[in-house]
């Protein structure tokens, strides 16, 4: 490691991360989960001014070993001030999301997007634009292993994100989403912005 640069702190450890003070999340209030197309469309305004986004989806998980994933279920975007969550058993709306997830003039950041992008290739049938992995900008500044949004919000901003595992193995093709689900898949995506911000000065 003698090559990596000294101004770069080691990634924390799960030992150190737990104990840390939480990242502070959005609240319920700050959380949209789209019902109609008019919300879907409001919330693609507001995305493409802000111009940049947190971007994540979740899926239904698998547990048998040829099962393939339907997925995703859920496609959530984040400013710094609002997340929207979409659930793509809304049909109506996902023309919206496709076209998000396509622009050019939507940036979304996110950590570990691989098996996101091939989930929504095969789902909405569009190629991803405008994606930028934020791992890859830790691997550019000398980091070996891979950095997920808990290490990464431990390093910038000394803080623990927490992540339910229960959430992670929820039901995401579930109609409603629990408030737990909605916190969670908000907060993914919002983490990613606030991370992205802090390394490029937003």
Not at 52 to 71: C, L, M, Q, R
Not at 134 to 142: A, L, Y
Request: glycine fraction near 6%; charged fraction near 25%; proline fraction near 5%.
């Amino acid at each position: 490691m003698s090559d990596n640069p000294p101004a770069l702190p080691p990634l924390p450890e799960r030992e150190q991360i737990a104990l840390l003070e939480p990242f502070e999340g959005l609240g319920l209030k700050d959380i949209v989960v789209i019902s109609t197309l008019q919300d879907a469309e409001h919330a693609a305004a507001a995305l493409l001014a802000a111009g940049v986004a947190g971007f994540d989806t979740e899926s239904k998980p698998t547990f048998a070993k040829n099962e393939v994933s339907g997925g995703p279920h859920v496609v959530q975007f984040a400013t710094r001030e609002t997340a929207w969550l979409f659930q793509l058993h809304r049909t109506e709306c996902n023309p919206v999301v496709a076209t998000l997830i396509a622009s050019t003039e939507l940036r979304k950041v996110g950590f570990g997007l691989s098996t996101d992008l091939t989930l929504i290739r095969n789902r909405l049938n569009i190629e991803p634009k405008a994606v930028f992995d934020i791992d890859s900008e830790f691997r550019h500044r000398g980091y070996r292993k891979s950095v997920g949004v808990k290490a990464a919000v431990a390093l910038v901003f000394n803080r623990r994100f927490v992540k339910s595992r229960k959430a992670t193995t929820s039901n995401w093709a579930n109609r409603q989403l629990t408030e737990a689900q909605i916190r969670y898949a908000a907060n993914d995506a919002y983490a990613s912005i606030r991370v992205f911000d802090a390394l490029f000065g937003g």
